[in-house]
């Protein structure tokens, strides 16, 4: 309801001549969506916008959620603080065989989490990674610089469509648009290589992953991800967190390459 | 070091698999024999077609951008062309070296440095000139104990006896400071206080924002780059460098006490730049160097010939051609050159 309302205004450029009533309209409308609005946050009217009037993400972000501890609900443990938990009613609906899998990589968490070895973190995990990520937008698509690994994702925002190719890629094939102010992100072509969270939540390269990105205030990003699989899930859910711009003076991305970690002590030569 | 020994098992699989295509086209087929990674692809899927294709003379080339043996000078003037809403000179897209790439600096289309040639070299001056401009005798001025351990490694790349004998980006380790920008093409993105560069292996963030260097003791593969720009020139100050990506296969390096100034110089055009680093670090070398890079940009017509342009075109409605990179993520040894390696460290199977 809100994505009906406010998409007409936002995504035509007024003539000067209506653009008092344009303005008059759009502040009504904000009213009215502030009013409605379901989310946890009123959407507010400062939100930052590009230069092709969408909202803009650009910026460093990182989530204050524990999400990357456990999805799941659960009390404290050694390796994750207690949370209440990220996913939609509660548990991730595994299949049967699916459920016995993850117990095994739970049990196997400390050496078996692919984070350990510091490959990249896939879709959506990178994202409630605690690390900071940096958003560069720009009509075509947004690029994101994952500070773990840097590795880079990149959103098309240009209505292109996911290649045929039977790809295999550890981040997916990403092709978004926009839903009213909400960029809606389909990605899939994965591979099987990464795991959802620190407690063994997994998925096949059969995943398929919709990610609803808002932004509710200058400062604060909705994401929305709902999860299909298979091979693995009995039916589509969904998680949801919140991403935090770093307010920090001069704040930025520091490189994390530890996937050298066990080699680089050999470079540069030294002398004798 | 099972893992290692895999790893040199596995290249020499695909040098023999390189060689075996080379009377399909003569200068690729070389540049793959002196090279390896040339066969090297970042994706499980194209390696897996790389290794099912039989008859590859069956498969036509595609076009390629020749190698220069020249490339003219520019200089650093009043940028005339397009601009960004934020005064930055447009020069996004997709860029890449024009006269070879990272098997030997001082001759870089004569071959890595000790490898057997199928077919002779002929006078020097036909092929590209070194990559070092300054000193004028276009060799690395090193002190004694640093040519000393670049030889060593000149023999140990063809078979390795000690882990430092790889070429960390071999292993997947970023490029660094200025391998990455005579590896495989790259995408140059530009916004608001930043330049973007997307690499093959890694990623550098130019902040053009004058904030102050990370914390000295942090060092860093790609190091920290403030940059801004003069005219046509992006001038960058590298800075927290960790010294550990070698510059290519001929084994040249700085320590972390280096200080890098780069100026990437653009044409009037915006169709090509020239890479201009003045290295300087007293505990390797004698005096400070300079290393001049060429690059040209490509254009959504071309086709990827899947090393200097490594992009594909998009799957759209529409008619025109966009061009765009898969990722690029090979921390994990994943391409064909380490692909033992990955298959050592998996995972338990989530199957």
Known sequence: ?272 | MHALSLLFKQSGFWLALAIGSASTYAFAADEKASNPEASKSNTPTQVTQSVAAPAPALVPAPARRPRETRFPILVSEKWTGPTLADGQPDISGLWSNTIGNHGNLEDPQGGVIGEARRTPLGPRDQRAPSRVTDPADGKFPFQPWAKAKVDAFRIGFHNPTDPSHVEPNARCAPGGVPKSLYWHGYDIQQYPGYVLFVFDNGSRIIHLDHKPHLPSTLKLWNGDSRGHWEGNTLVVDVSNHNGKALFGRSGEFVSAHATIKEKYIFSKDGKRFNYEGTFDDPTVYTKPFTITIPAIKYTSAEESDGWNLEARWAKHAGKAQILEHDERICHENNGGFGLGATETNAPPSNK
């Open chain 1, 1 to 272: 309801m809100i994505i009906a309302l406010e998409s007409p205004v936002l995504k035509q450029p007024h003539p000067h001549s209506v653009a008092y009533l344009a303005l008059a309209r759009r502040f009504l409308l904000l009213l009215l969506v502030a009013a409605i609005a379901p989310s946890a946050y009123a959407i507010d009217a400062k939100r930052p916008r590009s230069q092709d009037k969408k909202p803009d993400f650009s910026g460093i972000w990182e989530t204050t959620s524990p999400a990357d501890d456990d999805l799941e609900p659960h009390t404290a443990r050694r390796d994750a603080a207690p949370s209440a938990g990220v996913v939609e009613g509660g548990e991730i609906p595994y299949l049967p065989q699916a459920l016995a899998q993850r117990q095994k990589n739970f049990e196997q968490r400390h050496t078996a989490d692919p984070k350990l070895k510091g490959w990249s973190l896939g879709v959506p995990r990178g994202i409630y990674h605690r690390e900071p990520i940096q958003i560069f937008q720009r009509p075509r698509d947004l690029t994101i610089v994952h500070q773990f690994g840097h590795s880079v994702r990149t959103i098309h925002t240009n209505q292109t469509e996911h290649p045929d190719d039977p790809n295999d890629w550890w981040l997916g094939d990403s092709r978004g648009h926009w839903e009213g102010d909400t960029l809606v992100v389909d990605v899939k072509h994965f591979n099987d290589k990464t795991w959802l969270d620190a407690a063994g939540n997994y998925h096949s390269d059969a995943l398929h992953v919709v990610e609803r990105w808002k932004l509710v205030d200058a400062n604060t990003i909705e994401y929305q991800a709902t999860i299909d699989d298979a091979k693995v899930f009995s039916r589509p859910w969904k998680l949801t967190v919140y991403l935090h711009r770093h307010p920090e003076k001069n704040f930025q991305l520091i490189e994390d390459y530890r996937y050298t970690l066990d080699y680089d002590q050999y470079y540069p030569p030294k002398p004798n």
